[in-house]
């Protein structure tokens, strides 16, 4: 039985794989489930085992991507006291998954609007979580310096940074993730005490 189980799941897995392939080549709608079929070497009823819809094998996409980027990262950031090495590590993480999983994030970016009303809301509400994980730890990190509205606007910068990621970096390029990371960590943190300088400036002048 765990065997039968190791294997429908590996099978699956390589079913997400083809599927998060080629939509984020030719979109959702123009992918069919004999594309996918194919290209997972399975005959069409043989995906249908595993998949009974589309829609399904995007959903099982989105969400397993999901639970790879909230995986233990409240657990890994509690680990850590100062605020400067949370958002550092945010950061980080952040750029080093993004890469290894372009099809997956292109996925969730331009096709989970395809996704049944129930099934985008589960994907919103984890995209929500990783929201709040981020603008937490940029209050920690600024502490009372900037007001709320301000903490979600850089929090909104932050992600769109990072996110646009995926649309050009090529991780074979000269440029590491590593490399790349302190790059988006730099610019953010040094943006960052500006804005605590001219905020203590304001409450001092």
Same mark, same amino acid.
């Given at each position: 039985?765990? *065997? *039968?189980?190791?294997? &429908?799941?590996?099978?699956?897995?390589?079913?997400?794989?083809?599927?998060?392939?080629?939509?984020?080549?030719?979109?959702?709608?123009?992918?069919?489930?004999?594309?996918?079929?194919?290209?997972?070497?399975?005959?069409?009823?043989?995906?249908?085992?595993?998949?009974?819809?589309?829609?399904?094998?995007?959903?099982?996409?989105?969400?397993?991507?999901?639970?790879?980027?909230?995986?233990?990262?409240?657990?890994?950031?509690?680990?850590?006291?100062?605020?400067?090495?949370?958002?550092?590590?945010?950061?980080?993480?952040?750029? *080093?998954?993004?890469?290894?999983?372009?099809?997956?994030?292109?996925?969730?970016?331009?096709?989970?609007?395809?996704?049944?009303?129930?099934?985008?809301?589960?994907?919103?509400?984890?995209?929500? *979580?990783?929201?709040?994980?981020?603008?937490?730890?940029?209050?920690?990190?600024?502490?009372?310096?900037?007001?709320?509205?301000?903490?979600?606007?850089?929090?909104?910068?932050?992600?769109?940074?990072?996110? &646009?990621?995926?649309?050009?970096?090529?991780?074979?390029?000269?440029?590491?993730?590593?490399?790349?990371?302190?790059?988006?960590?730099?610019?953010?943190?040094?943006?960052?005490?500006?804005?605590?300088?001219?905020?203590?400036? &304001?409450?001092?002048?």
């Amino acid at each position: 039985m765990k *065997e *039968e189980k190791k294997f &429908s799941r590996k099978r699956m897995g390589n079913i997400a794989k083809a599927g998060a392939e080629l939509f984020s080549k030719k979109g959702f709608a123009e992918t069919s489930m004999e594309d996918i079929a194919a290209a997972a070497k399975l005959s069409k009823g043989g995906i249908y085992y595993y998949f009974p819809s589309k829609t399904g094998l995007l959903y099982y996409i989105l969400d397993n991507f999901m639970d790879m980027v909230l995986k233990d990262l409240e657990a890994e950031l509690d680990l850590l006291d100062n605020g400067l090495e949370k958002l550092r590590k945010l950061i980080f993480r952040h750029v *080093e998954l993004y890469p290894k999983h372009v099809a997956e994030a292109k996925a969730l970016f331009h096709e989970v609007q395809n996704l049944p009303p129930k099934s985008f809301r589960k994907i919103a509400d984890r995209e929500r *979580e990783y929201y709040r994980i981020t603008s937490d730890v940029l209050s920690g990190y600024f502490g009372s310096a900037l007001d709320r509205e301000q903490v979600t606007a850089i929090t909104f910068i932050l992600l769109g940074m990072c996110n &646009s990621i995926y649309a050009w970096y090529n991780p074979k390029s000269a440029i590491t993730p590593e490399q790349l990371s302190q790059t988006v960590f730099d610019i953010l943190s040094s943006g960052v005490a500006g804005i605590q300088r001219k905020a203590a400036g &304001s409450r001092t002048g």
